[in-house]
Every structure is written in C-alpha cells, then in structure tokens.
C-alpha cells in the first residue's frame, strides 16, 4: 500500500521559508516520479514542482527560482525547500507519485496516482 505522508507546512511572513517533507512507503521509490502540487480556495490544482525518475527537474514558472524540490533516495523522501514566499503561493500543497510521467511534459494531476493529505502554506503580507 503507498503512502505520501507530508510534514513541513506552516505559516510565515511574506519573503520568508518553509520546507515541505514528504515520507513515501510501500513503492519502489526509485520507479517514480514524485512532485508537489497545490491548490488555492476556489481554484485547480497546479503543479509545482517535480522530479522524473532519471532525476530531472521541473518547475513551474511562478515558483522558478524561488523554491527547490530535492530526494533523498535512501529515505524516501522527498523535499521542497519554499523561499521568498509570497502571499500568492498561499495553498494546500500535496505531494505525489506517478509512474511513467517524465519532464519535460507538463504534470497534470491525472499523471499521478498516489497523493499525500495535503500541508498548508499560508503567507501573510
């Protein structure tokens, strides 16, 4: 049975940090694409940030630059580390798992089987 456990949200100030975390089991986690996606009161789920079994990146436009996703194999897990936030980027972040999804195609929530709880970012101005 696989399971996403995400840890890490919180609230913060605008221009300052937070680091998701999220714990995967029951899957062979080198088979998998994994990444993070959020969704806003009242709007779709976006992707964010996410990493392809052959380790390459990809992130959106609005977080480039400004957030990092990053694994640690031999932990299963999977990290994005959120700086200079904003009051935008104010979300229920998820983290996923897919097989077969690989950059450079944009993630779409219907490329990812397994799904996190969800952690809350919010970012006050």
């Known amino acids: 049975q696989v399971q996403l456990v995400e840890s890490g949200g919180g609230s913060v100030q605008a221009g300052g940090s937070l680091r998701l975390s999220c714990a995967a089991s029951?899957?062979?986690?080198?088979?998998?694409?994994m990444g993070w996606f959020r969704q806003a009161p009242g709007k779709e789920r976006e992707g964010v940030a996410h990493?392809?079994?052959?380790?390459?990146?990809s992130y959106a436009e609005s977080v480039n630059g400004r957030f990092t996703i990053s694994q640690d194999n031999a932990e299963n897990t999977l990290f994005l580390q959120m700086n200079s936030l904003r009051p935008e980027d104010t979300a229920m972040y998820y983290c996923?798992?897919?097989?077969?999804?690989?950059?450079?195609?944009?993630?779409?929530?219907?490329?990812?089987?397994?799904w996190g709880q969800g952690s809350q970012v919010t970012v006050s101005s």
């Open positions: 990493i392809d079994s052959d380790g390459n990146l």
């Open positions: 996923a798992a897919a097989v077969g999804w690989v950059c450079p195609f944009v993630p779409r929530p219907t490329d990812f089987a397994y």
């Open positions: 029951g899957l062979t986690y080198s088979s998998y694409a």
